[in-house]
């Protein structure tokens, strides 16, 4: 199974360079390459019985093969009479000289395509429209190849053929015509399967490509969705057990006077999902064992604060504590914001950054070995190779679907002993996806939002009003607001008609914002003009920014007030909600503006909803519901697979069952055996420090 493709003959390194390019390497990859849908050609229609129009499969004897030039473009016509029992069709092919060699009178044709009439009155398939075709030797049989046909999605020029055969070779080699498949181990026990109505293994994959009949194909896909699943968050489970099980773990302290004098000096009170959420937090933190939680809450919902108090904890326990941000501008924004709130109170806070200069970096490394940082905030640099720490006690981890699981794992590991691990979300997803996607930690939920948090007003509207709506956030940026106008493309594209941001940009400031100042930033600038960009708006000094997705996450200006989404039919309903989530931070009223012509009936669903609900929860599920299957997992939490067999929208209660076995197999150390192996081979670096053993 991890054998090379070059094992497979007709896979040679320019084949090889193209499937690699699909994340397809292995022999295993290849056979998790499922088929997109299927053709059923298991029914065979006479000659005679066949219907103009309708679809239908025919088998017979090839008896004549002739070729001429005509056409308009004067084009090679391949025309084969084809015979049966009943009956005789022509079957005619434009354009395809290397047939000249395979069609031969006595030879078979299996073929499934609509009918038609040709000249003369006799039935005739165009095969430049049917590529269903087979060519067979004349002592084949009908029965070996009616079956149901496996259609996938090409890659450049590796064609339905090529697929059909690299993977047929593959679950079918033959050495001395004995049929050997390639070992796809069965790692379930046999009252296992039957417990959950599971088919063998290597079953699966044969009827999953090869399907014997519908039915068949369905139990194939069960267990294939199933192992995928029940896979994951055994990994999952493995890595939160193997975390806790590896270092010894601090037990802090009860909440002492730090806690008290932040929980006093807050010019708010905590709603109740967040002391529900600190309780819980406070519980894993007392205890023995390492904690591993996630903090799941809507842009907004104050989960910083929560982080905060949990940093506190671990300062007044005397261990130091270190918030890892996914850019420069949310670090220095949660920096920012520590020193504000803990300016009355005697704890060390820095912060560590890409800017700062060599010099200075090893000055912060210097005096984190020396303890004399409590709380340390950063990027990316925090789990560089210099960064040590004195008593690493905590790691909270924010907007963790930026990081992947091993990013988080190497900051963790900066400590002699293992640390508490917070990890905090913005993206809300469905319950029972965040039991898999987050399968390696506890989750607390923080739904309710803070008094005060200004209602977001959302307007869909077409493109014609454009004119309105820029002369409506005119007024507002002469108000003394700021505002976003958010574009899917940086730059124009030949491939699509969509004005890109730097158009916009132009547009905007040399017409209606005449005279204001507007920026422009987006992910192909340098980290350095971007950043500046981005801190002119935030300091006031920018009213107008044009932007792509790059403020989606990690941008605090509560001066900001209205945001226009342009071609909004382009984002997603996760995205759009994160967009929005950039206005309504301040006090003042807020308004979110998406420009669509909203040319399907998806994205006027999208809309509606934007326009209906500001519940980030809702739109996850009507999210998952639009979007149906696709890169669920990875785009949730890097660093996972993305899934092959799964559909997300149907397959919950597949889920479900996957995750009551993978917990009855963390409770079974005969089981968690059988299943190391096989995560420590499928899975690679996703899981790359499950140990067999």
């Known amino acids: 199974m991890d054998s090379e493709l070059s094992v497979l003959k007709g896979i040679g390194p320019r084949k090889a360079s193209i499937l690699k390019s699909a994340g397809i390497v292995t022999v295993y990859d290849l056979l998790s390459y499922f088929p997109r849908l299927y053709e059923d050609q298991s029914n065979i229609t006479p000659i005679a019985h066949l219907q103009v129009g309708e679809k239908q499969t025919v088998f017979g004897t090839i008896t004549g093969v002739s070729e001429r030039y005509g056409g308009s473009r004067n084009m090679l016509i391949t025309t084969a009479i084809v015979e049966d029992n009943s009956g005789a069709i022509q079957a005619t092919w434009f354009n395809k000289k290397f047939l000249t060699k395979q069609l031969k009178a006595g030879k078979r044709l299996f073929a499934t395509g609509k009918i038609s009439w040709a000249y003369g009155g006799q039935g005739q398939m165009n095969m430049s429209q049917i590529k269903e075709f087979q060519i067979l030797d004349s002592d084949e049989e009908a029965s070996a190849n009616s079956r149901v046909l496996p259609i996938y999605k090409t890659i450049g020029n590796l064609n339905q053929n090529f697929f059909r055969q690299v993977i047929e070779q593959a679950l079918f080699k033959k050495d001395n015509d004995i049929a050997v498949s390639y070992a796809i181990r069965e790692y379930l026990s046999d009252e296992f399967r039957r417990k959950y109505n599971l088919m063998l293994r290597e079953d699966a994959f044969r009827e999953m490509h090869y399907p014997s009949n519908m039915r068949l194909q369905k139990f194939a896909k069960y267990r294939m969705a199933f192992d995928e699943l029940y896979l994951i968050q055994c990994g999952l489970m493995i ?24 929980l006093t000096d807050l010019p708010f009170e905590l709603t109740g999902d967040q002391k529900k959420a600190w309780k819980e937090i406070c519980a894993d933190m007392e205890a023995d064992t390492p904690m591993r939680r996630l903090v799941q809450g809507d842009v907004g919902s104050g989960k910083t604060i929560v982080a905060l108090l949990a940093l506190l904890k671990t300062v007044e326990s005397g261990h130091q504590g270190a918030m890892m941000a996914p850019t420069e501008i949310l670090a220095t924004q949660h920096f920012e914001g520590f020193q504000h709130l803990l300016k009355n109170m005697d704890v060390r806070v820095e912060l560590l950054s890409g800017k700062l200069t060599k010099k200075k970096k090893e000055a912060v490394y210097e005096r984190l070995l020396k303890h004399e940082i409590d709380i340390i905030v950063g990027t990316h640099a925090l789990i560089q190779e210099g960064v040590k720490f004195a008593d690493l006690g905590l790691v909270v981890t924010d907007e963790q679907h930026r990081f992947g699981i091993e990013q988080r794992a190497m900051l963790e590991q900066k400590g002699d002993l293992m640390p508490d691990a917070l990890v905090m979300t913005a993206t809300p997803i469905p319950r029972t996806m965040t039991l898999t996607v987050y399968g390696d930690l506890d989750v607390s939920l923080i739904k309710q939002m803070p008094p005060g948090r200004k209602q977001i007003r959302t307007f869909v509207r ?43 940009f132009e547009e905007l400031s040399n017409g209606i914002f005449y005279g204001v100042p507007c920026g422009l930033v987006h992910g192909k600038m340098k980290p350095k003009e971007k950043d500046k960009i981005m801190e002119a708006f935030h300091q006031g000094e920018i009213k107008l920014l044009v932007a792509t997705t790059v403020i989606e996450v990690g941008v605090n200006v509560p001066n900001a007030s209205m945001m226009v989404v342009e071609n909004a039919e382009c984002f997603g309903l996760a995205q759009l909600h994160q967009l929005r989530g950039r206005i309504g931070r301040g006090e003042y009223a807020s308004y979110c503006v998406l420009v669509t012509s909203q040319k399907t009936e998806n994205a006027k669903e999208r809309m509606t909803i934007m326009e209906s609900t500001a519940d980030g929860f809702v739109l996850a599920e009507e999210d998952l519901r639009l979007r149906g299957p696709g890169q669920f997992f990875g785009s949730m939490q890097h660093g996972l697979p993305d899934l092959k067999a799964v559909d997300v929208l149907e397959d ?12 009855e197999t963390m409770n079974n150390a005969e089981l968690q055996r059988n299943v190391r192996p096989i995560l420590a081979s499928q899975y690679r670096e996703q899981f790359f420090n499950i140990t067999i053993n």
């Open 239 to 262: 890595l939160k057990k193997m975390s806790r099980d590896k270092k010894e773990g601090f037990k802090h302290k009860k909440d002492g006077e730090l806690i008290k004098a932040l």
């Open 652 to 663: 919950i209660d597949i889920l479900l069952k996957a995750r009551e076995a993978a917990v």
């Open 462 to 504: 077409t493109p014609d009003r454009r004119h309105l709506i820029y002369k409506f956030m005119r007024e507002q940026i002469e108000a003394g607001r700021q505002g976003y106008v958010v574009c899917p493309l940086v730059e124009a594209s030949e491939t699509s008609d969509l004005p890109s941001a730097e158009e916009i």
